[in-house]
T-cell receptor
Framework: DGGITQSPKYLFRKEGQNVTLSCEQN?????MYWYRQDPGQGLRLIYY???????QKGDIAEGYSVSREKKESFPLTVTSAQKNPTAFYLC???????????????FGPGTRLTVL | QKEVEQNSGPLSVPEGAIASLNCTYS??????FFWYRQYSGKSPELIMF????GDKEDGRFTAQLNKASQYVSLLIRDSQPSDSATYLC??????FGSGTKLNVKP
């Protein structure tokens, strides 16, 4: 069964804590992405990676960090520097990573993060 | 800042009618355009993509692109209650509008 998995589904964080969201794909896609969605809003790009050991900042990277040590995995760490982290976080992957590219993104089920 | 604008709705149509969803974008050099459907609390799923000016049809769905007017639309024919969702327009893969909520009334 090919697809993208994200864990956990729900995550609660105390202020001042760092938390890491997991994203794994077995689609053999080169590119992976992290988005944030706030209620009633569209998706905003946090980070993306086109190849292993390389990643680029999106529009709202401040307070977040990522790594891409394996093709299949792209974890996102929400640091204490992110002042308003409560949101729905979506991971996606695609065959290519070009901004204007024709390849569609496949999304994971998402992680809902709440700061207590 | 690359902007993608959508009317937030809700857009209400009766079952069987045509639903028309619109999206405008600011970057004239944009090359690829995607329509996603998102049910409440779920992740987006791709409906259609379009790259060339004109119409592209897939079943009950038609995407229309006009690069000169920087406008892309999605038509849903024979709308069904199961089409009730938020429809997201994405430009150049990364840039998403805030979505239009569609309600199809039985």
């Amino acid at each position: 069964d090919g697809g993208i998995t994200q864990s956990p589904k729900y995550l609660f964080r105390k202020e001042g804590q760092n938390v890491t969201l997991s994203c794994e794909q077995n689609l053999n896609h080169d590119a992976m992405y992290w988005y944030r969605q706030d209620p009633g809003q569209g998706l905003r790009l946090i980070y993306y990676s086109q190849i292993v050991n390389d990643f680029q900042k999106g529009d709202i990277a401040e307070g977040y960090s990522v790594s891409r040590e394996k093709k299949e995995s792209f974890p996102l760490t929400v640091t204490s520097a992110q002042k308003n982290p409560t949101a729905f976080y979506l991971c996606a992957s695609s065959i290519l990573g070009l901004a204007g590219g024709p390849d569609e993104q496949f999304f994971g089920p998402g992680t809902r993060l709440t700061v207590l | 800042q690359k902007e993608v604008e959508q009317n937030s709705g809700p857009l209400s149509v009766p079952e069987g009618a045509i639903a028309s969803l619109n999206c405008t974008y600011s970057d004239r050099g944009s090359q690829s355009f995607f329509w996603y459907r998102q049910y409440s609390g779920k992740s987006p799923e791709l409906i259609m993509f379009i790259y060339s000016n004109g119409d592209k049809e897939d079943g009950r769905f038609t995407a229309q692109l006009n690069k000169a007017s920087q406008y892309v639309s999605l038509l849903i024919r024979d709308s069904q209650p199961s089409d009730s969702a938020t429809y997201l327009c994405a430009v150049n893969k990364f840039y998403f509008g805030s979505g239009t909520k569609l309600n199809v009334k039985p």
